[in-house]
């Protein structure tokens, strides 16, 4: 598949034009089995020649190489002007024209945010983990930006009738602010369902920031458009990108 096939998700927000976004799916690559095909992950077994090469395809639509992260389920939050590809860190901004943020995601939550001026942008990646450590709120601290002024889309991650946690997970949230509850539903006994989605809007609310666009995907339950780690095991990786164009 020629590089100007990959199917993008397309992010519809209410943001500048010189914000740039997209998403890409698991089709479009080179990658084989578990991973097929636009694996873009280093990390999870691929032939390294494969990631290499849906990594190129993917280059062929940015204005830059992506500042890939180390991503450790954390909090820390890169930026283009003092970090390079590899850092240890779950999230990134930039102020900078032609500079590309990404995260890696298969489940976890990718939050995309950019200024209503189109002069700062931020992608997180947010697993419950981060997101109950306030991935999102060292975002958007680390953004300098009032939060009323920002705009949020939620990428594909997995949905809430998919997501079975433990007491533990609920107790994570519940435990900092008793809203987070309308977010679990029961599961079986000592488990819930958790939503994603709702647990970052409400994060983002709590700060200030409540136009939030996306959220209505399920990455467990398409199997034929999105990697899930919680399905698979073992699979590939899709990735969220932000930029500013001049």
């Known amino acids: 598949m020629a590089a100007d096939r990959i199917p993008f998700i397309v992010p519809e927000w209410p943001v500048p034009t010189c914000v740039r976004a997209l998403i890409t799916t698991r089709a479009g690559g080179v990658s084989r089995d578990r991973y097929a095909s636009l694996n873009l992950g280093e990390h999870v077994g691929d032939d390294p020649a494969a990631v290499a090469q849906n990594r190129a395809r993917l280059a062929a639509h940015l204005p830059d190489s992506p ?42 939550l990718p939050v995309l945010l950019a200024d209503d001026v189109g002069g700062a942008i931020a992608v997180a990646h947010a697993g419950w983990r981060g997101l109950a450590a306030g991935v999102i709120e060292r975002t958007v601290d680390a953004l300098s930006v009032e939060p009323a002024r920002l705009v949020a889309y939620l990428g594909p991650a997995i949905g809430p009738t998919a997501f079975e946690v433990g007491d533990e997970v609920r107790d994570a949230f519940v435990g900092i602010d008793v809203d987070a509850e309308a977010a679990f539903a029961p599961g079986a006994a000592g488990k ?35 990697f899930s780690h919680r399905r698979d095991r073992i699979t590939g990786r899709m990735a969220s990108l932000i930029w500013l164009e001049s």
């Open 67 to 108: 500042l890939w992260l180390t991503q450790v389920h954390g909090t820390r939050v890169a930026s283009t002007s003092a970090d390079r590809a590899g850092c240890a860190a779950d999230a990134s901004i930039t102020r900078e024209a032609g500079r590309v943020l990404a995260i890696l995601t298969a489940d976890c």
């Open 192 to 226: 819930w369902f958790a939503d994603l989605y709702l647990l970052a809007r409400q994060r983002l609310a709590r700060l200030g920031t409540t136009r939030v666009l996306g959220g209505a995907f399920c990455t467990h339950g398409d199997a034929d458009r999105f």
